[in-house]
């Protein structure tokens, strides 16, 4: 089962579950812990299809 938590475009904290299952793909500024997709840094949430990824807020 595949379970999305936030929507696009909105703001996701370091280690806020953001989708859980193994049918999204964690793209960058995500990472996978088990079946959880979790937020690495703080950024704008970016869904492309299935993969789930985080647009940086800070400077890097």
Do not use: H
Request: net charge positive.
């Amino acid at each position: 089962m595949n379970k999305l938590y936030v929507q696009d475009r909105d703001i996701a904290v370091p280690g806020e579950i953001l989708a859980v299952g193994m049918e999204t793909f964690p793209g960058m500024g995500t990472c996978r812990n088990g079946d959880n997709i979790i937020a690495s840094r703080l950024g704008l949430v970016q869904i492309e299809g299935r993969t789930v990824k985080l647009i940086p807020l800070s400077g890097r």
